[in-house]
């Protein structure tokens, strides 16, 4: 296959929504490979609070990477969980919540010192109605000309797909969890 009609793009919209899982382990790739090509990445969590694997994991890696590497936990947990989680969170905590974590995402993708920025599960935010879909909107158009932006999370709305040049929906063929087992550490978080 010849390649010299092909052109590259200075920055791209990649999307990783869907029912099952690997949506944040993508992103998380994403991550790795933008690092190792020396690239300024911010990594912007939107419901994670509590401790996951990846939390330890770029907590040991920043060291190590100083300033090419910003990480921000925003959110207060999974939105209208109820009992699942320890305390419970209103929608007024969880809707404010949202709206930090957005300025921060909206800041690092919009000020040109990221070459990536990768907001982990805004699309959840999204569809709770924690945040609208004019500032999903936003987020993507706002971005400086060379900042890729990678979006993760269930239910990305279907309208502003023509905004984004890479769209995977991960569509769940199994999962333990229908069988009645809880999500594994260091598999599922």
Known sequence: MAFENYKTKESVVIVYTGESKGK??????LLVRALGNRWNVAFIQFIKHWGVGE???IRDIMPLFKD???FYKGGKGFYNAGDISAEFV???QHK???????AEALRCAA???YDLVICDELSNAVHDGLLTQAQLKKIITS???HTSLCITGRDFPEVLLPLVDIATNMTKIKHHFDDKF?????IDF
């Open 24 to 29: 944040t382990s993508a992103g998380l790739g």
């Open 55 to 57: 939390h330890v994991f």
């Open 68 to 70: 090419q590497l910003h």
């Open 90 to 92: 209103t929608h007024e």
């Open 96 to 102: 404010a919540a949202a709206a930090e974590t957005y």
């Open 111 to 113: 000020s040109g010192d």
């Open 143 to 145: 971005r400086a000309a």
């Open 182 to 186: 809880l999500a594994n550490k260091g």
